[in-house]
């Protein structure tokens, strides 16, 4: 697909990541009016393909390892590369090298407050299943600038350590089961062509 995304849903997910995020992609639409942008918390070194060959085959939409300045697209699942950080710049992405965030690179924080900067009020900042807090400033963020925010539910997470850090640090957010965060977002984002 081409052209600039509607709205961006920037993903934030470490243990228990794959498999929950895995539940979300299965949800959407190819022609979700947004690109998406993923950090899990993944080893350096460990191998790419796999993971996102187990992504890719669970949405219709496009999944891949970008590279610095690539540009954002709708229908497109951007996930980081173990030990970089993702950035959104504008309407394109960036990849950094600097010093991990809460022990972690890629970092959900960095992933998230970078988005929020880019897209504002058309900034959707998701936080699932983890064993830390990162993603909760990140997210508080999003909400501050005018962005929406959900969180999945911390008693259904596989570690519920980081959403109910991002819950603490923003209380507006909304809290969906596993299940109902696709509907979520397509409700929030809409599909391409659709009437504004």
């Known amino acids: 697909m081409t052209g600039e995304p509607g709205r961006l849903v920037a993903i934030g997910a ?35 393909a796999g993971y996102l060959d187990l992504l890719g085959a669970a949405t219709s939409l496009r999944v891949c390892e970008p590279g610095d300045k690539d540009r954002l697209a709708p229908g497109t699942v951007y996930v980081a590369a173990p030990d970089y950080h993702l950035l959104v710049e504008g309407t394109h992405l960036a990849l950094s090298l600097e010093e991990r965030v809460v022990h972690a690179r890629p970092s959900v924080d960095v992933l998230l407050e970078s988005a929020a900067e880019a897209f504002g ?44 850090a991002a819950i603490a640090a923003a209380p507006e957010a909304t809290v969906a089961p596993l299940a109902e965060i696709a509907g979520l977002l397509v409700d929030r984002c809409g599909r391409l062509g659709a009437a504004a």
């Open 121 to 164: 009020a058309r900034c959707v900042g998701v936080v699932l299943t983890g064993a830390n807090e990162d993603g909760a400033r990140g997210l508080a963020r999003v909400l501050e600038l005018g962005g929406a925010g959900i969180v999945q539910d911390p008693s259904e997470a596989e570690r519920a350590e980081m959403p109910c």
């Open 14 to 48: 470490s243990w228990g990541g794959l498999n929950a995020l895995r539940a979300v992609l299965r949800g959407l639409p190819a022609d979700l009016d947004a690109a998406l942008v993923v950090a899990q918390h993944r080893a350096a070194g460990a191998p790419s």
